[in-house]
């Protein structure tokens, strides 16, 4: 199929999905049900902002502009309300996003902010263990669940018709959070076998450590995710309920909602479940200064379940909100997306010395990553495949991308992007996450302008600047060594690391959870939920979750 057929099938979908602004009907207020109390107003409309100031000629080609209502308000407890109606959409989407992860974990108990989103996942006075996923699997919907560097997000996907039902059990587990000692001791339990089953996978080991090495002597992202051995071993109840003290309440949460429901009503259910939830009083996250990188960090692991080699780079770049991400992110497309990117269409395709290539980019406040994942072919030399790696990153950097390269790289993005954004629940996941980082979720409304506005210059000046050899990571895996094999001399100067020490979390390690909604057994009957509807829309068939 050509990309001109490709893109009209793009567009066409969207246009479907009413997310393009472009003769999309603007999704309008059903009427309330009869019985249901009188909508309140919905708050009013925030306007998208505007492109990054500074940039050069605007590009000869447009974005997709995206048709996704927003609307805001604030509860007098704090929290931060965002709502995005689709009158269309069969199913409504639910999502809380909490101002808490693994940077706010005090040293010594790293894990922890795990250890309470899996007591968070599993429910609270009202809602037996177990019991939340039944009452979400039963009607068709799923959960999802996740911990990141600096947030946690609770998000529950149902039929249009239950958002009641969704609402109060996130209310719920707000409010009366069950941290008991049985819970709390399945969750460690819980904790070490899955750090374990990581480090024990192939490749683990090197993603971890790259990470360690990265952000070395910086606490907040240098620290595992995951919890360190020790940590896991001697945790503490006690932590758990101070870190859910301290960072779980209404005025550090952001709840958002997207899919099929009416903004006035559901604003008075939101008001009915989460007006009388207390604010808790806490401290804002105090950074530390980031130590500077001035020459290059290497590290070898030796890992018993790689059946070949593989080479990790990492750089630490600047935060989501910094002016450069949008360029990095281009300049991760440009070098990693897709077969015909610098890297895959060398290394897998002319040279054949690699099976797979990964370029990422994170998305956190704070220091970011910037990491090039290489799996080898057998065969391959490691010192030969670093050469071409750092030799594209200069090209890159020296020359910068052609026109029809970097028009090639934003349609690529603009499809992931846009596709990220199709179904209710990360429509909701992603609005929450734009009003908890950044203050605004109309902002990503936005977030196409601003990819499309880089130029060649954009990516060739910050490849240049911040993935320059003296503020790189190299991390190599090697399989279990051979008699008389060993992994290559380092030149002097370089920092170099075996397997490792507890680390923090891995970029593309499963550090992200994702619940299967399916019936629980044995699950006890929770207290206060809303009548289940009596009539009932069809669900849209869901896919099967997976454990990231």
Do not use: C
Not at 255 to 271: S, T, Y
Not at 311 to 319: D, E, K, Q, R, T
Not at 512 to 536: H, I, L, N, S, Y
Request: proline fraction near 9%.
């Amino acid at each position: 199929m050509s990309r001109t057929l490709l893109r009209r099938a793009l567009t066409a979908g969207l246009a479907a999905l009413g997310l393009l602004s472009a003769g999309a009907p603007r999704p309008a207020a059903a009427a309330p049900p009869p019985g249901k109390p009188a909508p309140i107003a919905a708050p009013p409309r925030r306007a998208a902002a505007a492109a990054p100031r500074g940039a050069a000629a605007p590009p000869a080609e447009t974005p997709i502009e995206l048709a996704i209502p927003v609307e805001r308000a604030t509860l007098q407890n704090g929290l931060r309300v965002v709502m995005s109606p689709d009158k269309s959409s069969p199913t409504v989407a639910v999502a809380v996003t909490y101002d808490a992860g693994s940077r706010d974990e005090p040293s010594g108990r790293s894990g922890v902010a795990r250890l309470v989103m899996g007591m968070m996942a599993r429910g609270s006075r009202n809602v037996a263990a177990g019991e939340h996923l039944r009452l979400v699997a039963e009607r068709g919907g799923e959960l999802h669940a996740e911990t990141e560097v600096d947030r946690t997000t609770y998000a529950a996907s149902l039929p249009a018709n239950e958002l009641a039902l969704a609402l109060w059990l996130e209310a719920d587990r707000m409010r009366s959070l069950e941290l008991s000692a049985q819970g709390f001791e399945a969750q460690r339990r819980d904790a070490q076998e899955r750090r374990g089953a990581i480090l024990g996978a192939a490749y683990g080991q090197g993603g971890i450590r790259l990470r360690e090495l990265v952000f070395q002597g910086y606490w907040p992202h240098e620290h595992p995710a995951l919890g360190d051995a020790d940590d896991l071993a001697g945790a503490e109840l006690s932590w758990a309920r101070d870190f859910h003290a301290a960072h779980y309440g209404p005025n550090r949460a952001v709840l958002a909602i997207a899919g099929g429901f009416d903004a006035g009503e559901a604003m008075e259910l939101v008001h009915r479940y989460f007006d009388g939830i207390p604010a808790v009083s806490a401290a804002p996250f105090k950074d530390v200064p980031f130590p500077e990188q001035t020459s290059q960090r290497t590290g070898v692991v030796r890992d018993s379940a790689a059946r070949a080699p593989a080479i990790l780079y990492g750089w630490a770049v600047p935060p989501r909100a910094h002016p450069d991400h949008h360029a990095l992110a281009l300049a991760a497309f440009l070098l990693g997306g897709g077969e015909s990117s610098r890297l895959d269409a060398l290394l897998v395709g002319d040279k054949a010395v690699a099976r797979s290539v990964r370029v990422a980019m994170g998305a956190h406040r704070g220091p970011d990553l910037f990491s090039i994942d290489v799996r080898l072919a057998e065969g391959a030399r490691v010192g030969d495949v670093e050469k071409l790696i750092e030799g594209e990153i200069r090209s890159l950097g020296t020359a910068g991308p052609p026109p029809a390269e970097l028009t090639r790289a934003r349609r690529l993005l603009q499809s992931a992007f846009v596709s990220g954004l199709a179904g209710a629940s990360a429509r909701a996941r992603a609005l929450a996450e734009h009003e908890l980082l950044f203050g605004d979720a109309a902002l990503l409304r936005g977030e196409l302008a601003r990819y499309f506005a880089v130029t060649r210059e954009d990516v060739q000046r910050v490849v240049r600047d911040h993935l320059g050899p003296t503020r790189r990571t190299i991390v190599e895996t090697y399989p279990p060594a051979l008699p008389g094999a060993a992994p290559p001399s380092r030149a002097p100067g370089h920092a170099s690391a075996g397997a490792p020490r507890g680390g923090a979390a891995a970029p593309a390690a499963p550090a992200k959870g994702q619940e299967k909604a399916a019936p629980a057994k044995g699950a006890g009957k929770a207290r206060g939920a809303p009548a289940r509807p009596a009539a009932k829309k069809k669900p849209a068939k869901t896919a099967k979750p997976r454990k990231k």
